[in-house]
């Protein structure tokens, strides 16, 4: 099993920046080191992919509406993953939430095998 405890959300005004952060444990990601991601889910609304982050930290993918805005980076030592926000607008408002899975490939397609509980961003106008 795998635990994902994301932390650094909060409320901020528009143009501002966050910086989310991802710890994750467990015996499984102990002894794999898994492909991470953040996805986000607005009220209403489904959850949507963000940005993910290979294994090993050679492949990053975004998606659209945050490319040059969001950076996701990690460190396997520390075993966390982050997620730098610059130039926040209020659509960016929703839970985020920090995922795991064996390979990136199943992060597009919305289908990790773990997440975290999330975390709540704010963006006001």
């Known amino acids: 099993q795998v635990q994902l405890v994301e932390s650094g959300g909060g409320l901020v005004q528009a143009g501002g920046s966050l910086r989310l952060s991802c710890v994750a444990s467990?015996?499984?990601?102990?002894?794999?080191?898994?492909?991470m991601a953040w996805f986000r889910q607005a009220p209403g609304k489904e959850r949507d992919f963000v940005a993910s982050i290979s294994n090993g930290g050679v492949s990053i993918d975004y998606a659209d509406s945050v490319k040059g805005r969001f950076t996701i980076s990690r460190d396997n030592a520390k075993s966390m993953v982050w997620l730098q926000m610059n130039s926040l607008k209020p659509e960016d408002t929703a839970v985020y939430y920090c995922?795991?899975?064996?390979?990136?490939?199943?992060?597009?397609?919305?289908?990790?095998?773990?997440w975290g509980q999330g975390t709540q961003v704010t963006v006001s106008s």
């Open positions: 995922a795991a899975a064996t390979t990136a490939r199943k992060m597009r397609p919305g289908v990790p095998d773990y």
């Open positions: 467990g015996r499984t990601f102990n002894s794999y080191v898994m492909a």
